[in-house]
Each structure stands twice: as C-alpha cells, then as structure tokens.
C-alpha cells in the first residue's frame, strides 16, 4: 500500500450537482496531483497542487477545482456535474524535489464517480 | 506534447508463459522519465518501475524485466513465468524532467493481461 487514501470510494450524483472528492498524501509528501480515467482509458491529467498552490493544469474546464490544506491533504471539486464526468478519479502524491526517485507519483485507491 | 502509445489492448496467456507488452512513446524532449504502472481491479495504480532517459540500461526485477530503446523510443515490459496474480491492466506513462521535478504523467491507454490458469 502507497499510503494515499480517498474518500468516498463510490459515490452516485445527478447532472448539474457538485460533488467533492478528498485526498490524503502519503506522511512526508507535499505535492498532490488529480487524475480522471474514463472507463477503458488511461488516466488523463487534471491539475497538481505544491504547497498549497496550483502548479499545473491539464485540458479541463474550469468547473472541476481544487484545494490542498497545509497538512497537504487534497480536495477535488467539479460543479455543474455532467454524464462524461463519470470516472474513477485517482489522487498521486509525490515529494517536490528534483532528486532521482523522489518525485515518483504514488495513487491512492480512487473515487469511482457515476453521474447519472 | 507527449504522447505514449500501447498498441495492445488486451493479451491472454496461459500461466508460465512469458510474455511481453509494447509500449512506444513520443517526445520532443531529451530529458524525461518513463514509468510502469499496475493496475488490478480493486483500481490503485501500483508503481512498478521508473527509467531516466540518460539510463538506457536494462533491469531486472525478479520475474520482471524492462527493455528501454531510445532509437526505437520504446520501453516494453516482459513478465517471465506468469501467474495469475499478473493479471491486471498495465499502463506505461513519461514525464518530462524539470527543474522542479514533479510534472504530470502521460499514460497510453493501457493493456489488460489475462493470465489463464
């Protein structure tokens, strides 16, 4: 086990609602990236948080948001929720540092996301 | 940008044999990372291994082993003796070296290995 966990492990929402998924980085990690994979595919960058700041953002709208807390914990948020949001989203927590393995990205179980 | 490609979408084998998937990637950049994931069906990526561009050394990890070729841009994964705990999607993925040292994944589209008993 990575030590990353998510929660909720499934969660069923309807279209136009927000939903908020929640990450916990493995103990010493203080960067945190997002991931959506559709069923079938690979998993498709959403953005990553360093230190509480946005650093980096894939091809995805505004709506889905997020949060990292000074314990570097994680939140997801996607508002106005659509069909093609269903997913399993996957949490990566790393070390912010330069060094050969250290920034290697360790996932959590995921969120397995069904918007109906 | 990056793109990984993984043209096997689905392999059976039957157990003990060895098998092997592709995995060839494209990049314009000279430094980067390539990586293989595991995942079965409970969903949890399972890191497996991570290569640096400037190390085209191959390595082997008990039944496991990785082949990386920069002239072909290719780094493909072969499992010796399977077993049926090797069943699972497969995913290979880069990430460009910065200064920084955390840049986002790209993954291919995965292949999914059915080990037969």
């Known amino acids: 086990e990575t030590g990353v966990t998510q929660s909720p492990t499934h969660l069923i929402k309807t279209r136009g609602q927000q939903v908020t998924l929640r990450c916990s980085s493995q103990?010493?990690?203080?960067?945190v990236s997002w991931y959506q994979q559709a069923l079938g595919q690979g998993p498709q960058f959403i953005f990553q948080?360093?230190?509480?700041?946005?650093?980096g953002r894939g091809n995805f709208p505004p709506r889905f948001s997020g949060l990292q807390f000074p314990n570097y914990s994680s939140e997801l948020n996607v508002n106005a929720l659509e069909l093609d949001d269903s997913a399993l989203y996957l949490c990566?927590?790393?070390?912010?540092?330069?060094?050969?393995?250290?920034?290697?990205?360790?996932f959590g179980p995921g969120t397995r996301l069904t918007v109906l | 940008a990056q793109k990984v490609t993984q043209a096997q979408t689905e392999i059976s084998v039957v157990e003990k044999e060895d098998v092997t998937l592709d995995c060839v990637y494209e990049?314009?950049?000279?430094?980067?990372?390539l990586f293989w994931y595991k995942q079965p069906p409970s969903g949890e990526l399972v890191f497996l291994i991570r290569?640096?561009?400037?190390?085209?050394q191959n390595e082997i990890s008990g039944r496991y082993s990785w082949n990386f070729q920069k002239s072909t841009s290719s780094f493909n994964f072969t499992i010796t003796a399977s077993q049926v705990v090797d069943s699972a999607v497969y995913f290979c993925?880069?990430?460009?070296?910065?200064?920084?040292?955390?840049?986002?994944?790209?993954f291919g589209t995965g292949t999914r290995l059915t080990i037969i008993p």
């Open positions: 990566a927590s790393s070390l912010g540092l330069k060094r050969e393995g250290q920034d290697t990205q360790y």
């Open positions: 103990s010493g990690h203080n960067t």
């Open positions: 948080y360093y230190r509480e700041e946005e650093n």
């Open positions: 990049t314009r950049d000279t430094t980067y990372y």
């Open positions: 290569r640096n561009s400037f190390d085209e």
């Open positions: 993925a880069l990430t460009l070296i910065s200064n920084f040292g955390n840049e986002k994944l790209t």
